[in-house]
């Protein structure tokens, strides 16, 4: 499975973005799909999964309430929906999806396949 993570940019603090990650191989809708961020001088953490049907959705706390996950079977894509942006959301965002769990985790060592990275960047 290939990821494509695209959609991010520079955005003022209150603002959105979309993210998208585009996938090309493998059963797609067999996986669970992730987002993680990661911040410079600082290590990976999750934001949020969806489960292989798109029913059960799960996110961190810094970003409930704010930040929603989506998924395109018929697409092979999943979508990050960010909004009322702060500062402390810059990062490096990357999608994954899990071929071993279908169910979803906010573990980075479920996830098998992983995308390269969109920044993004919210100023104040």
């Known amino acids: 499975v290939q990821l494509q993570a695209s959609g991010g940019g520079l955005v003022q603090a209150g603002g959105s973005l979309r993210l998208s990650c585009a996938a090309s191989g493998g059963s797609f809708k067999d996986y669970a799909l992730g987002w993680f961020r990661q911040a410079p001088g600082k290590e990976r953490e999750f934001v949020a999964f969806?489960?292989?049907?798109?029913?059960?959705?799960h996110y961190a706390d810094s970003v409930k309430g704010r930040f929603t996950i989506s998924r395109d079977n018929a697409k092979n894509t999943v979508y990050l929906q960010m909004d009322s942006l702060k500062p402390e959301d810059t990062a490096v965002y990357y999608c994954?999806?899990?071929?071993?769990?279908?169910?979803?985790?906010?573990?980075?060592?479920?996830?098998?396949?992983w995308g390269q990275g969109t920044l993004v960047t919210v100023s104040s």
């Open positions: 994954a999806a899990s071929g071993r769990t279908g169910w979803g985790s906010t573990r980075r060592e479920e996830y098998d396949y």
């Open positions: 969806i489960n292989w049907s798109g029913s059960r959705m």
